[in-house]
């Protein structure tokens, strides 16, 4: 079989990595200054872009869209190229994706301190970068659709499954949640199209999903391939990863209303939210397990590369994560962890944990063999993945007990009827000290991710940049009748693209479309 030349475009991973570097020390950075507001709140009084109120959706959308999103597009554009046996569909778009992507984190940098916002969780953005945002995301897709169509690769692999889910998911979520009226189109004020308890439940459709499907599923994408590469061992089970997409893709739509207990929101939609948020354990604990045993035989790799232990813990606190996420949507349990800082640990476990670690193992991964060489110091990357591990520790346990603290002390009641603490301040000078050390777990995981900055930049410098890597594969042939015979129908939906897309489309938008109407 003749073998066909072509090129790896190893410049947009290259570029994508060192936004994911960058953007994630300033993100870091903004938020573990929020954090020591909470111990110093007069700590830049009189500042107004840098009042809290304005830097926490900066924080949040840095960390968020700029660090986990260029880490996603790093991910996605190495492992594509490299499983389809293509460079990618076109550089324009490629460029497209990454400036694009880069202004608009830029933008959002500079309007969130003026005071721009829409004050919408995640959504924050006002409807010119809106718009960017659709165009930007438009362009990773159609260059990713446009890659898989021009394949020498005839098997479509679970990776790309979930990376096709995150932009179909993620298109609808990101178009609905944002219609909106801007006041002129000189002005960066809009206003959002829905209103009251419609808008609320729109809001938490989209704000629940974008940590489905922007901190998840392409995540799940990047676990399915660098786990197996780093382990050099197979997916454990074939079976299980069909079964994880899309139960996933299809059962996450639907448990936005678990935000909204309690509420104006009709109790049967909160019930339904409740339901298929608990039946989302299954699926996720599917795609971990499956995940960890992929691992098996080569547990011993883990005591020695620093690339698995960071994998390993990442896909370990997706675990826990997506344990406690189901188990705070009951009502009962809802009823003690809503509106305290419980809540925002079990993000933080996700978000240092899952998100942070596998972003870092990725790297770790991909540096020394973008410039062909050895990784600049194994020892500094184990001292960060145990300097932000015990990051995570001292960030989230305080804010456990912190969480419990705030539940209790509301809910304590004289025999009169009053309030035992009827002042608000009360309940936060008893958890300052719990505050003090979510400051010091910030400050471990920044001093980590520093050293990983330090480690990619040397390693840089001892290797050898190359662009355009080369490649070679056989053409697609075209396949016989002979082969398809007696072939399944998830084996005929992985050679084809455009049903795989389509089917993944209507497993997300029915879910969506529930969710929108409970109303």
Do not use: C
Request: glycine content about 8%; overall charge positive.
């Amino acid at each position: 079989m003749e073998m066909e030349q072509f090129y790896y475009d190893n410049k947009i991973v290259k570029n994508f990595i060192y936004a994911t570097l960058f953007w994630g020390v300033v993100g870091m950075s903004v938020g573990l200054l929020l954090a020591y507001y909470f111990l110093f709140p007069t700590l830049t009084e009189g500042v107004s872009w840098l009042s809290f109120g304005r830097l926490r959706p900066l924080h949040t959308n840095a960390v968020i869209f700029a660090f986990v999103g260029n880490a996603i597009f790093a991910g996605s554009y190495y492992s594509m190229q490299r499983l389809l046996k293509a460079r990618m569909y076109s550089d324009f778009l490629s460029k497209l994706n990454f400036w694009g992507w880069q202004l608009i984190i830029l933008g959002a940098a500079i309007t969130f301190p003026m005071g721009f916002s829409t004050s919408k969780e995640y959504a924050e953005l006002e409807w010119p970068f809106d718009i960017a945002i659709a165009i930007v995301w438009v362009a990773w897709g159609a260059n990713m659709i446009g890659t898989l169509i021009k394949r020498r690769q005839r098997h479509i692999y679970v990776a790309i499954w979930f990376y096709l889910a995150t932009f179909v998911a993620v298109a609808l979520l990101h178009i609905f949640n944002n219609l909106e009226f801007p006041i002129s189109l000189t002005s960066m004020k809009s206003y959002s199209v829905y209103a009251g308890v419609q808008d609320a439940l729109v809001q938490w459709w989209y704000g629940h999903n974008a940590v489905a499907f922007f901190l998840t599923t392409p995540f799940l994408g990047l676990m399915y391939y660098f786990i197996p590469k780093a382990a050099e061992r197979p997916v454990y089970s074939y079976r299980l990863s069909i079964i994880h997409f899309w139960s996933l893709i299809f059962i996450y739509m639907w448990a936005g209303p678990h935000h909204l207990l309690y509420t104006a929101l009709p109790e049967w939609a909160q019930n339904l939210g409740v339901v298929f948020s608990v039946m989302l354990v299954a699926p996720s604990w599917g795609g971990m397990i499956n995940g960890l045993l992929t691992l098996r035989g080569a547990w011993d790799k883990v005591r020695t590369d620093p690339v698995l232990k960071f994998l390993v813990v990442a896909v370990t606190g997706y675990g826990m994560a997506t344990f406690e996420g189901p188990t705070l949507a009951l009502k009962n349990v809802n009823a003690i962890a809503h509106f305290t800082d419980w809540i925002i640990a079990h993000v933080h476990v996700g978000a240092l944990a899952w998100n942070g670690f596998l972003t870092f193992g990725m790297i770790y991964y991909l540096v020394p063999k973008m410039w062909k060489t050895k990784l600049y110091s194994v020892r500094m990357a184990n001292t960060h993945f145990w300097i932000g591990t015990l990051g995570i520790v001292f960030y989230t346990i305080p804010l456990y007990i912190a969480g419990f603290t705030q539940a209790t002390m509301w809910k304590q009641f004289s025999p009169d009827g009053n309030l035992v603490y009827g002042n608000f301040l009360d309940t936060v000078n008893a958890i300052m000290p719990m505050y003090a050390m979510r400051a010091i777990g910030g400050t471990l995981y920044i001093t980590g991710a520093i050293l990983a900055v330090i480690n990619v930049i040397q390693t840089i410098r001892q290797g050898q940049a190359v662009t355009d890597e080369l490649a070679e594969a056989p053409a697609l042939a075209p396949i016989s009748k002979r082969r398809v015979a007696g072939e399944t129908l998830h084996h005929w939906l992985e050679r084809k693209p455009v049903q795989m897309t389509i089917w993944a489309t209507i497993a997300v938008a029915i879910g969506g479309e529930i969710g929108r109407a409970h109303v």
